[in-house]
């Protein structure tokens, strides 16, 4: 996914895919960055949004346990 972002940094699709694999990897920060920019670069991209929703609510209940 990095070598198509370099080549196009602007590919909503591309920059999903990579939140998708940081969150398979359950690094939950860096697909939530990717999810971002992907909705950023793409507003209407349901997925993104769902995707942020989905990470935001994971990143709030890790924060919970952690406390």
Do not use: C, H, W
Request: hydrophobic residues 35%; glycine residues 4%.
């Amino acid at each position: 996914y990095m070598t198509g972002l370099k080549i196009d940094p602007e590919n909503a699709k591309l920059l999903f895919n990579l939140g998708k694999a940081y969150e398979t990897a359950e690094d939950f920060k860096n697909a939530l960055t990717y999810f971002s920019q992907s909705l950023a670069k793409s507003p209407g991209f349901k997925k993104a949004q769902k995707a942020v929703e989905r990470i935001s609510t994971k990143e709030i209940s890790i924060e919970k346990t952690a406390v």
